[in-house]
Structure formats: structure tokens, C-alpha cells
């Protein structure tokens, strides 16, 4: 088992940005060959759990987030329309770390200190937003 998703780690990685969830679901969906299997199953109920309990723990600190796009992997392998999805997503996520990266590499210390600060900043009003939404009524 362990060495069947180290090969499926390895063909996602070599798979071209923008074509890495497309393909994926096309080897899921050859491997399957139409037959329902439990496997099938679990991956969709896992999926959309780890989906939706993400979206619903989003605004707490931790890593709401990534695990939504998770539960999304998990689902792209069942759904082309999802698969499609990410691998748009990637796409423009990598342009905005490119570009981000720039900024930093091109900023001077006092910048990089306003940066952090900022960043603080709002990650601080987030948690202080979840705070008084969830415990203070």
C-alpha cells in the first residue's frame, strides 16, 4: 500500500502544472474501469468531509485551509469538473507565489518588517474575530 501511493506521489509530481489533477483522475478512472469499489466510495465521503469540516474550522487558527484543498484532491480524483478546478487554481496560486516571491527578494529589511507586521496584524484580527464569534456572545 505504501509503495503504491509513493508510485501515485511520483506520477502527480512528474504530471505538467495545470494538467497534475486532469491526470490523476484519468489513471483513477482507467484503474476502475467503471466498476463501483469501496475504495471509490471512501474517497468521495473522505473527500467531502475533510471538505466541508475545513470550510467550517476556516476562520480558527490552523490549517483550515489546506485541508479543504485536501478533501478537494481527494474528490478531483472522482470529479473531472474538480480535477479541472485545481489544476486552474494551481496555475494561478504558483503566478501569485512567483510574484510574491519577487516582492520579497526586491524589498529591503524595513519592508520585510512592514510585511510581518501587517501579516500579524491581520492574522491577530482573525483570531480575535473567531474568538468573539464563536465563545463571546
Not at 13 to 42: H, T
Amino acid at each position: 500500500m505504501i509503495a503504491r501511493m509513493r508510485n501515485s506521489w511520483r506520477q502527480f509530481e512528474r504530471s505538467k502544472p495545470g494538467r497534475r489533477f486532469q491526470d490523476r483522475y484519468n489513471r483513477r478512472q482507467q484503474n476502475s474501469s467503471g466498476k463501483f469499489a469501496l475504495s471509490k466510495a471512501l474517497y468521495i465521503v473522505g473527500g467531502l468531509l475533510i471538505a466541508v469540516v475545513s470550510l467550517a474550522l476556516a476562520p480558527l487558527p490552523g490549517p483550515g485551509w489546506g485541508t479543504f484543498f485536501i478533501g478537494l484532491g481527494l474528490l478531483a480524483g472522482e470529479f473531472k469538473l474538480i480535477a479541472r478546478f485545481l489544476d486552474w487554481a494551481e496555475v494561478r496560486l504558483r503566478g501569485a507565489g512567483r510574484w510574491a516571491r519577487g516582492v520579497w527578494a526586491r524589498s529591503s529589511t524595513a519592508v520585510r518588517a512592514l510585511i510581518c507586521v501587517v501579516a500579524l496584524a491581520c492574522a491577530a484580527a482573525l483570531v480575535y474575530g473567531a474568538y468573539r464569534l464563536f465563545f463571546a456572545g
